[in-house]
């Protein structure tokens, strides 16, 4: 049964970089037709698509945040990882990782969610 | 502002059905396929409805999508208590070149 866990920092500092990576276990990261996403989920607000990758490192991302935005993916270590930049109070949400079919056609399974706080 | 638009509540009793739209436009929705999520309250999105109708395995039949032009719906029969959270759809859009989403319904059983 495939499983992914986010993990990283749950207080980053405004105008420094969100990290953040999710293991994938119970299955290869490097399965052909899957791509491999982040999403968020600010307090008590909707779901929000931050961007996908392929294993073979081909990127898409949400064009409203772009400019901040690298998704990698380490095959090796069954991982794939999110960095935000210049990051706000804006950015304090509950960061999602998920297997995606297609680039965001559909998403299954979901990690658990990890809450990031922006706060000095 | 989503892209996407939900109800943001509906209700309806034990046993009863209830439905949930989700309307877009032909950059979205009427040219791609929606997908359905439930969120139990502190829990991850778990999909429900993928490719406007197709239930993942171990999703009851009680659960059932459908799409026409610009709009789709998520239909729940049989409600149980146990159906109470938000509800969520998505989709891609071609003009925007980003996944979107709704801005979610909470469902309450009364």
């Known amino acids: 049964q495939l499983q992914l866990q986010e993990s990283g920092p749950g207080l980053v500092k405004p105008s420094e970089t969100l990290s953040l990576t999710c293991t994938v276990s119970g299955g290869s990261i490097s399965s052909s037709h899957y791509y491999w996403g982040w999403i968020r989920q600010p307090p008590g607000k909707g779901l929000e698509w931050i961007g996908s990758i392929y294993y073979s490192g081909s990127t898409y991302y949400n064009p409203s945040l772009k400019s901040r935005v690298t998704i990698s993916v380490d095959t090796s270590k069954n991982q794939f990882s999110l960095k935000l930049s210049s990051v706000t109070a804006a950015d304090t949400a509950v960061y999602f990782c998920?297997?995606?079919?297609?680039?965001?056609?559909?998403?299954?399974?979901w990690g658990q969610g990890t809450l990031v706080t922006v706060s000095s | 502002q989503s892209v996407l638009t939900q109800p943001p509540s509906v209700s309806a009793a034990p046993g009863q059905k209830v439905t949930i739209s989700c309307s877009g436009s032909?950059?979205?929705?009427?040219?791609?396929?929606v997908s359905w999520y439930q969120q139990l309250p502190g829990a991850a999105p778990k999909l429900l409805i993928y490719?406007?109708?197709k239930r993942p395995s171990g999703i009851p039949d009680r659960f059932s999508g459908y799409k026409s032009g610009t709009s789709a719906t998520l239909g729940i029969t049989g409600l149980q208590t146990g159906d109470e959270a938000d509800y969520y759809c998505g989709t891609w859009d071609s003009r925007l070149s980003t996944g979107v989403f709704g801005g979610g319904t909470k469902l309450t059983v009364l």
């Open positions: 490719e406007n109708n």
């Open positions: 032909s950059s979205n929705v009427a040219n791609n396929y």
């Open positions: 998920a297997r995606g079919n297609d680039v965001a056609n559909w998403f299954d399974p």
